[in-house]
């Protein structure tokens, strides 16, 4: 996605050679017009999947997601984070590792938003280990409905996050690819 890839250059910061940062599009505040176009791109590439709800984690999955379910016309599902496990018989959770907090979490749905018969397409802001999405998907299967794919908007791909989400056997479409982060320089993979 060309104007992704330009926006990354001109306004993201590599923090060091793990963090980037995309404050001032994504992650705090936000450009609707760019989101509207990734829901596009989402939308192309899964609307033949038989997709019939978008999960998100909370919070900064929520502007693509959002998009992405209203350009494919379905409901959006925020997954919620919670900061210790509540003993709850009517949610279905599981514990994650978080990548930027480097602390565990966990991550809730209440059935009430799922069913058997559903087919879910992730959407996450940022692909690193793969931990966010694999709970996402955890729930998704607990509840007996199915992943119909893992859709990111900017995937390092010198971590591992793509390849353990294909070992379990989820598709992954990433909007932007990067190869490699040094301090103040972004390459794309190409
Ligand atoms: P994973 O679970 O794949 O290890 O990490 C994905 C989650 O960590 C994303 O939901 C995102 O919020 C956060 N994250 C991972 N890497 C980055 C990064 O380089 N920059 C930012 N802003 N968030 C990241």
Request: glycine content about 6%; overall charge neutral.
């Amino acid at each position: 996605m060309k104007t992704l890839h330009e926006r990354i250059l001109e306004d993201g910061a590599a923090l060091d050679k793990n963090i980037l940062k995309v404050d001032s599009f994504l992650n705090h505040q936000v450009d609707p017009h760019l989101m509207y176009e990734i829901g596009t791109y989402f939308k192309d590439y899964f609307k033949k999947r038989g997709i019939t709800k978008i999960f998100t984690i909370e919070s900064s999955g929520i502007s693509p997601a959002v998009m992405t379910a209203m350009q494919m016309n379905l409901p959006m599902v925020i997954l919620k984070k919670q900061a210790s496990k509540i003993l709850n018989a009517d949610v279905y959770q599981t514990t994650v590792y978080s990548f930027t907090k480097g602390a565990n979490y966990e991550l809730t749905l209440s059935p009430k938003y799922i069913k058997e018969e559903d087919c879910i397409l992730i959407i996450d802001d940022f692909l690193a280990n793969g931990e966010a999405a694999l709970g996402a998907a955890r729930l998704v299967e607990e509840s007996g409905a199915k992943v119909g794919g893992i859709g990111i908007v900017i995937e390092k791909s010198f971590q591992p996050g793509r390849q353990s989400l294909e070992d379990k056997g989820y598709e992954v479409y990433s909007l932007a690819r990067i190869a490699k982060l040094e301090r103040n320089s972004i390459e794309f993979l190409k």
